[in-house]
């Protein structure tokens, strides 16, 4: 069975440094990878995803991750937090073909100190 | 474009009460998922819709909770009757076809507080 791990379930940073969360997974086969961000009251949005193809994978609002086969870990990165990032994150693993099924993570809420 | 519609957002009963959550999905999508957000922990798919046939039903407390979605549009979630534990947001999401590549699409929720 598929499981994610986010590590940490606060993280605190201050304005324009960087941004790191972290997810780590486990799976019997290497799987399809998302991160979404849920703001308050809202729904959630994707931020990117890895599939197949070049690892390291660029999503909106300027956040990036990278797919590392060997530790087992997509973490996602930001070079400059902004105050409009407070949110909270979630990792997710899907099995590579058929019908997509999410497995979320339990989430890290990220708060921007000014 | 339209994104997923969800009502109502808030919803209060007591428990042993029946309520019914609704959900739009955006127009054109072939696949919708319920899930439960329960505070402090990600969402928990409960059901996935491939049009109007279940793909995916196995978290699914059948005893309780029951989902349609007739003619493969809008969808209705069912909690009858409700348990202390059901209090959780219900998040609502669609995607175009549901293969693993997809991006689903979430609507906003419903938060269901059972006193």
């Known amino acids: 069975a598929q499981s994610v791990t986010q590590l940490g379930s606060h993280v605190s940073v201050s304005e324009g440094a960087l941004v790191l969360l972290r997810c780590n997974y486990s799976?019997?086969?290497?799987?399809?990878l998302f991160w979404y961000v849920q703001y308050p009251n809202q729904g959630l949005q994707l931020l990117l995803k890895y599939t197949t193809g070049a690892t390291l994978v660029k999503g909106i609002n300027g956040f990036e991750a990278e797919f590392k086969k060997s530790e087992t870990s997509f973490h996602l990165t930001k070079p400059s937090a902004h105050m409009s990032d407070a949110a909270e994150y979630f990792c997710a693993v899907s099995d590579p073909g058929g019908a997509q099924k999410l497995v979320f993570g339990q989430g890290t809420r990220l708060t921007i100190n000014p | 474009e339209a994104g997923v519609a969800q009502s109502p957002r808030y919803k209060i009963i007591e428990k042993r009460q029946s309520v019914a959550f609704w959900c739009n999905p955006i127009?054109?999508?072939?696949?919708l998922y319920w899930y439960q957000q329960i505070l402090g922990q990600g969402p928990k798919l409960l059901i996935q819709f491939q049009n109007n046939g279940v793909v995916d039903d196995s978290q699914l407390p059948k005893d309780r909770f029951s989902a349609e979605r007739l003619k493969g549009v809008d969808s209705t979630l069912k909690i009858q009757p409700a348990k202390l534990e059901d209090s959780a947001v219900y998040l609502c999401?669609?995607?175009?076809?549901?293969?693993?590549?997809?991006?689903?699409?979430f609507g906003p929720g419903t938060r269901l507080t059972v006193l």
């Open positions: 127009s054109g999508h072939a696949t």
């Open positions: 799976s019997s086969v290497p799987p399809y």
């Open positions: 999401a669609s995607s175009r076809v549901g293969q693993s590549t997809d991006t689903q699409y």
